[in-house]
């Protein structure tokens, strides 16, 4: 195999840990929205979906908002009123461009809150608002820190190691969803 520790040296210095950590969130967070959805999909329809763009067991867009909640609300955790608040706006934000995008540019819908209590357009609604904001103060102001705490644990090669190979099984799974969308039953409406 070729050395993918080019790719995502140890880090050196803050900056460089600040952006391991980042990446580190959004694969964490990107994985831990994809359990999310099939384990509600699983409840709700009693089949299992890979929900999403793409095919790999991640679904980028947890892992774009939790970076996002963190770099913008990181130094309100000690405000979770205030973290919700920006939370349930960042996060509504984030699903209402992505669901245009995907829509607007694909012709794709994996998510459609028609019907739902005060939607806009079927990409955003009330509940999903909520949603982001209770999540949002979960992260910003308890898990974050912990998880952070953990992945210091690990030594910086190590770090390297496991980053790399995830960007790399993560640009080829864009590149395939690019080529083929996945799409079908359960997964886009």
């Known amino acids: 195999l070729p050395d993918f520790r080019k790719l995502c040296p140890p880090e050196q210095n803050h900056t460089a840990f600040v952006l391991s950590q980042l990446i580190f969130f959004f694969f964490l967070t990107s994985i831990g ?3 999310w959805e099939v384990l509600l999909f699983l409840v709700k329809e009693g089949a ?8 790999g067991p991640w679904l980028p867009v947890y ?9 913008c609300l990181v130094k309100l ?6 973290v919700l608040l920006l939370s349930l ?4 934000g984030v699903e ?10 694909w012709d794709l819908r994996y998510w459609d809150y028609r019907g739902s209590f005060l939607n806009v357009h079927g990409y955003i609604c009330l509940w999903s608002a909520l949603g982001f904001g209770i999540a949002g103060v979960l992260w910003v102001c308890f898990l974050s820190g912990f998880l952070t705490r953990c992945w210091m644990l ?3 090669p190590v770090r390297s190691r496991i980053l790399s190979v995830l960007l790399l099984l ?3 799974d864009c590149a395939a969803a690019l080529i083929f969308p996945n799409i079908g039953k359960y997964i886009t409406f």
Request: charged share 5%; aromatic share 22%.
């Open 89 to 92: 706006l960042i996060g509504s």
């Open 33 to 35: 929205g994809f359990l």
């Open 77 to 82: 955790k000690n405000h979770p009123v205030i």
């Open 96 to 105: 209402f461009v992505i669901g245009w995008f995907l829509d607007t540019v």
């Open 48 to 55: 299992f979906a890979n929900r999403g763009f793409l095919y």
């Open 170 to 172: 993560f640009l080829v």
């Open 63 to 71: 892992g774009a908002g939790a970076v996002l909640f963190y770099i």
């Open 154 to 156: 690990l030594p910086a």
